[in-house]
């Protein structure tokens, strides 16, 4: 079936794998990817479908609402998915207004105008929007969020994607409008922005600097590689149901200490070190402030009703993101030079 859909941020690092997947399985959508192209931003991410004939780059802005106004009466989206955010917590530490301005207003503008193009045939369309396991808040040693877990954010960033979820969902019930809404644990894979912590620590160990170990470590995050959340996307965006929300997570809890070990011994290996060079470059630095202690998704609604589950084992998968890091250094200096630099001298000198 011919659709046009619209991905929001597809230039971003989780954006850039789903744009990748939806123009090479499905010819006959046509794809438009909307990006702003911020620091996290990249069209060197997509090379390899930017000439595809069912593919389009839109450069512009979520927050500028005569801008999407005018591209939704344009292209009459039959889907919308919406990727584009600052995502980065501790970029939301420093900068608040940036992640109320692009992850709250940036969304309401987006629902007003799928909103207007809705008025005809509204059975065949959805806005499906991408939020983060972040809006629970922090778990003690024990549970796992589930989709009934009270909302519950505990940094600007979650705080501002929490009230973009319910932004989502009153329309929802407000208007009537057909959406869908995943939360997603930790993605990591190729061609993420070098200020989350893995990409971060393989570049770091590559050219012999400290990596930032905030607070003891303890923190528990729970990983998934990016691959298998665009399936999960896709799935969703097909078979979810109208309404209802999905928790996405890799079932995959590791302590940030116990990952830096082993993404040391991986580097080691690689680089061939002798086994424990790089683990010596682990520098514990002061804590990011309002740290959440643990997050771990209990995806098994997604499992169950849509027959999804994580197809990589975390080694495996971080092997693969330490050879995609090793392979693409021309990528990494592009992002790594001018603004990045000031980030993070800014970021942890003062640590
Ligand atoms: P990213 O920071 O790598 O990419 C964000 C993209 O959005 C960039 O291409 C950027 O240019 C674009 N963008 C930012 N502001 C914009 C604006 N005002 N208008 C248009 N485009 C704009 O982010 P990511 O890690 O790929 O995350 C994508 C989405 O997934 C976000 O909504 C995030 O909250 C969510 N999410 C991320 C993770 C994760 O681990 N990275 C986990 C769960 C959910
Ligand atoms: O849980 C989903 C979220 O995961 C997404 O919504 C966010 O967009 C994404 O950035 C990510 O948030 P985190 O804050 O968990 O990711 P980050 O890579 O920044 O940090 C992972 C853990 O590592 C966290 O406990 C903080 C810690 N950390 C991070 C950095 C950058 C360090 O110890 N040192 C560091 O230098």
Known sequence: MKKTILITGGAGFIGSHLVRLFVNKYPNYKIVNLDKLTYAGNLENILDIENKKNYEFVKGDIVDSVFINELFLKYKFDGV??????????????????????????????????????????????????????????????????????????????????????????????????????????NYGGNQFPEKLIPLAINNIKNNKSIPIYGKGENVRDWLFVEDHTKAIDLIFHKGKNGETYNIGGNNEWKNIDLIYLLCKIMDKKLNRENGYSAKLITFVKDRAGHDLRYAIDSSKLQNELNWEPSLQFEEGLEKTVEWNLNNQKWINNVVSGDYEKYYEKQYKKR
Do not use: Q, W
């Not at 998915?81 to 987006?110: C, K, Q, W, Y």
């Not at 983060?132 to 024990?142: H, N």
């Open 81 to 186: 998915i919406h990727l584009a955010a600052e995502s980065h917590v501790d970029r939301s530490i420093a900068n608040p207004m940036e992640f109320i301005n692009t992850n709250i207003l940036g969304t309401v503008n987006l629902l007003n105008a799928f909103r207007k193009i809705c008025e005809k045939n509204i059975s065949e369309k959805r806005f499906y929007h991408i939020s983060t396991d972040e809006v629970y808040g922090s778990l003690g040693e024990e549970g796992l969020f589930t989709e009934l877990t009270s909302y519950d954010p505990r940094s600007p960033y979650s705080a501002s994607k929490a009230s973009s979820d319910h932004l989502v969902r009153a329309y929802f019930h407000t208007y009537k409008i057909p959406i869908v809404i995943s939360n997603c644990s930790n």
